[in-house]
């Protein structure tokens, strides 16, 4: 029997990717973690040893904690958040259990370093339309959700990069950027390890709407007319991102869980009319 306060790894896989995920820690121990070097999308690594030293910076928050096993490390760091404050459960089976049901992994290799303040930090071309708000969308959500994301004018992007230690995206000549016909999330999604069912269903969403071939498939054509809304309707380019990463929740939930229904009016009811 799972123990109290822990998530199988279908309904955690279920929670990542959503604006109400939980924040998910990897106690992995050194030796555990190098069998292995993959993380669970948006998890982050931290010492299952000395949670009482840093369980209180997710006080009132709620933390997922994941072992290798789902053991006494997640147990034991997950008790010292709720202690701290925190509501934390652990993933059931740990990275094993994960691992055997065949979710995505995130290579660590791919993600970016990080700065002091433990974030990722990108940036792109500024006044951005589908990519660009699709990208850091799929970062923030299932890669590092800390990640921060710098505009600039195209000609500056790669020099600001190099001066300031950030990940060019998007752009000719950077590693995350449009391959053949595939878009920069579609590089994304490769380089991350990040295919299901649902985000390959969005890509193909993003890719039609971003390469202007609105045939590869239906939604694209709306998706093209709500980005070009936003762009005009924001000036600034961070609030676009932040009205744009509530666009593709609501894409992302439709294509993994809503494609198949419909809506209509006059509604159909069941019964006569008193």
């Given at each position: 029997m799972a123990p109290a306060h822990s998530l199988c790894p279908l309904d955690l896989f279920n929670r990542i990717g959503t604006a109400d995920s939980p924040v998910l820690i990897d106690v992995r121990t050194d030796e555990d973690f190098a069998s292995d070097s993959r993380l669970i999308p948006s998890s982050i690594r931290r010492p299952a040893l000395t949670a009482?030293?840093?369980a209180k910076a997710y006080a009132g928050r709620e933390t997922v904690l994941l072992c290798q096993k789902g053991l006494k490390l997640s147990l034991g760091a997950a008790a010292w958040l709720r202690h701290a404050g925190g509501?934390?459960?652990i993933l059931a089976g740990g990275f094993?259990?994960?691992?055997?049901?065949?979710l995505p992994l995130v290579p660590i290799d791919r993600i970016p370093a990080r700065d002091a303040a433990d974030r990722t930090i990108w940036v792109t071309r500024e006044r951005p339309k589908i990519d660009r708000i699709a990208c850091p969308w799929l970062i923030r959500r299932f890669v590092d959700p800390l990640a921060t994301f710098l505009f600039a004018p195209a000609d500056a992007v790669l020099a600001i990069a190099d001066r300031f230690g950030a990940t060019p995206f998007d752009i000719e000549q950077a590693?995350?950027?449009?391959?053949?016909?595939?878009c920069s999330f579609d590089t994304m999604l490769e380089e991350f390890g990040l295919h299901s069912p649902a985000l390959d269903r969005l890509a193909a969403i993003v890719r039609g709407a971003d390469t202007a071939r609105l045939h590869l498939a239906p939604e694209s054509a709306g998706l093209l007319a709500i980005s070009l809304g936003l762009s005009r309707q924001y000036d600034d380019d961070l609030r676009q991102l932040e009205a744009g990463m509530a666009l593709y929740d609501a894409f992302y939930l439709w294509c993994r869980d809503a494609t198949e229904e419909t809506h209509n009016w006059p509604a159909r009811t069941s019964g006569?009319?008193?």
């Open positions: 009482a030293d840093w509501r934390a459960a094993e259990a994960w691992r055997a049901a065949g590693f995350w950027s449009h391959r053949g016909e595939k006569r009319a008193a």
